[in-house]
């Protein structure tokens, strides 16, 4: 939001520097991102006349000219055609910095003439591109006068940056009102919004469609006999000032009212309407719009646009149309002054990927009394510059009911804020903000304005009352010490995550960061969404639903890369997927996928195409890192509709499911044009048991003792006939949970290293060999030792597979 210090001054009576301003701006939550003081660059030039222009003896195209300044004459060689005796220009002296040449000046003889200084174009002045010829200015231009301030470029320009929830300060006049409330001077009577007197009825009226179109209510006036000309050189001034560049009047006025006080307007050529009533309705699908930006818009049955009898004349809330634009010769206009609703200005300016000053407006919230007022306003600018009759004011709808009152209790500032601001200051800040406000018994009953919709509850007060009061005056308070030894900071979740992002990444798969809104489209593939997980203003027409599932978001950035020449992406995400909107409808999940081939760490062996196996080993690793006992996982092929069916699973404890991993279905890929293989993973962090804390003689909970071996382990190997149903995973864990109870020996490792079917085997069974490895306890095992402890493995696995020891 871009303004002058001298347009502000218009609405705030104060004699506070420009720096106490800035200061105060961002103090009272106005970030100010940037001052531009365009006069400092040009304090040395200024208004002089050229009293004579003879030419250079020894040059054609040059001219000696004799200029008239304020400190006296001076001889100037000027190569502008445009320069001649009687002319009004800029003059630079000698010792001048010349900031569009990046020069400064010297005396110098050019072509045997002496010249003392220079007059410039506004190339020269670093005001735009032109220097065809020097600057000429009126006759009135009074000699000696800075040309900055003649220009108007002695006004500095402040840049704030505003947050979606100040839709107020939208327009100077907001900016002001707060500034005043800080103390920072006095906000003038805004008389601009008083009553203008029609002459005549308006012969163009206003209906609003019953088709749920974004206006609710709206205000007209007709003008007739006016001048379309240029614009006051205050009001140009105004505008290009902040960058827009001045058209005619009209339109100018409608920008300047936008600007100064948040209400956008548009005006039509009254004399290219169609019948005598305007309408506000929903557009026709299909129906086109050509705009004022030089565009052509397809509209579609969900945007809200104005229309007369035969088409769409503007985009509701948004911009007009080129067809009943204003010319220079409009002598005929009729006013709209109109209420859109925020999100559907919002929906309907993302659809058609248009920005305008009116959208920025509209969609953050304006003050439904300001279409009142904005077309009183209105009416003075046109009739004052431009002449002629205004009619009476025609109206439509209805403006919203009043705002409820907001009880404040005089303790919550102290409470919420951190800081004392007595009853009666409270009162002033709210009241000098616009609020209506009364107190009893020492709380506060505050009515918000129009302008704030942001105000809804006593927090929302609070906030006014401390931003205002002075942040800065907020003391810093060390929290309180509740025990005599600092706690951890972290909880177990959020290191559980470290570890988890830490594993994966040793893993060698690449961190990412997607969006944890999705596509409804890709949603339904990932298990869809419940309606409440749809968001009614998404930022974008593909974003438009909360994330199911974080592997969504995980291909769509891998299939970029890969799009990108990034062979063989491997990225994994650890954050939040969504079931419902209830309290425990969010999960924190690590996924990852992998695409294309694995690279294997060894010189023998080439890559290979990423398979199951690896989206396994990585939901592992990520388990083991979270603290999931591992060794009693169950592996079950029951992995949800978005994995290949024969070729995915899921970890689990029970019916607690931990992880689920394998390639990724067929069609999936096909929708997301996928070229396989792919793997993925997701891991349910939440889901993984807590530790159990084991007690010390202090009562705190400590680590299991670390036993280290003094004597070698002992390798055996068994091969188990078993019915081809039967799980690798139910022998392993059969294998490994045979010695317990402290016995001459413990199982350290148990591995799977062969899987046989085929001749000598049943059709209906299967060969797996496992390795065991057994750690002596505090003897070296005998071979007697060694047969019972076998034995034991033996019966174990017998018994809990009926599976038979291989011959």
Known sequence: MKFTLGWLKDHLQTDAPLDEIVTKL??????????EDRGAALVAFTVAEVLTAEQHPDADRLRVCKVKSADGEHQVVCGAPNARAGMKGVFAPVGAYVPGIDVKLKKAKIRGVESHGMLCSEREMGMSDEHDGIIELPSEAEIGMPFAEFAGLNDPVIDIELTPNRPDCTGVRGIARDLAAAGLGTLKRFAAGEPVAGTYDSPVTWDIAADGNASSFVVGRHFKDITNGPSPK?????????????????????????????????????????????????????????????????????????????????????MGGEDTGCQPETTDVFLEVALFGPVAVATTGRKLNLISDAR???????????????????????????????????????????????????????????????????????????????????????????????????????????????????????????????QTAITLGQKRAGLVKRALAVNGLNEAVTWSFGSAVLADLFGGVTKDLRLENPISADLDVMRPSIL????????????????????????????????????????????????????????????????????????????????????TADAPSWYHPGRSGTLRLGSNILASFGELHPKILRQLDIRPPAVAFEVFIENVPQPRAKKGKGGGATRRMLHLAALQPVNRDFAFVVKRDVAAATVLRAAASSLKGGGKAEISDVRLFDIYEGKGIGEDQKSLAISVVLQPGKETLTDKDLEALSAQIVDAVTKATGGTLRA
Not at 289 to 314: C, F, H, N, P, W
Not at 618 to 632: R, T
Request: hydrophobic fraction near 40%; charged fraction near 25%.
């Open 26 to 35: 961002t103090a009272i939550g106005l970030e100010v991102d940037s001052v």
């Open 234 to 318: 205050w009001l140009a001034d105004r505008l290009t000032a902040i960058g827009l560049r001045p058209i005619s009047a009209l339109v100018d006025i409608t920008n300047y009212v936008t600007m100064d006080l948040g209400r956008p307007l548009h005006v039509f050529d009254a004399g290219k309407l169609e019948g005598g009533t305007l309408t506000m309705r929903r557009a026709v699908a299909g129906e086109t719009l050509a705009a004022l930006d030089g565009r052509d818009y397809k509209l579609d049955e969900t945007m809200s646009v104005i229309g007369d009898a035969g088409q769409a004349l503007a985009i509701g809330g948004i």
């Open 360 to 486: 920025y407006r509209f969609e953050r919230g304006i003050d439904p009394q300001s279409a009142l007022w904005g077309a009183e306003v209105a009416a003075r600018l046109i009739t004052e510059i431009c002449g002629g009759e205004v009619s009476s004011t025609v109206c439509a709808g209805a403006l919203p009911p009043a705002r409820e009152p907001i009880r404040l209790r005089g303790s919550r500032v102290a409470s919420l804020g951190g800081i004392e601001v007595e009853l009666e200051q409270q009162k002033d800040i709210l009241t000098n903000l616009g609020f209506e406000v009364t107190s009893d018994a020492g709380d506060i009953t505050a009515v918000p304005p129009g302008w704030r919709m942001d105000i809804e509850g006593e927090a929302d007060l609070v906030e006014e009352v401390v931003r205002i009061h002075g942040l800065e005056k907020v003391a810093p308070v060390s929290l309180p010490r509740t025990t005599s030894l600092s």
């Open 552 to 635: 969504p978001g995980l291909l769509t950035a891998a299939a970029r890369n890969i799009d990108r020449g990034q062979t063989d992406p491997a990225i994994f995400e650890l954050g939040p997927q969504y079931r419902d909107a209830t309290n425990g409808g969010q999960q924190l999940v690590a996924a990852g996928v992998r695409l294309g081939r694995m690279e294997l760490p060894h010189w023998s062996q080439g890559p290979r195409n990423v398979d199951a196996i690896d989206a396994k080993g990585d939901a592992m690793v990520a388990l083991a890192a979270a603290g999931a006992p591992i060794d009693n996982l169950q592996t």
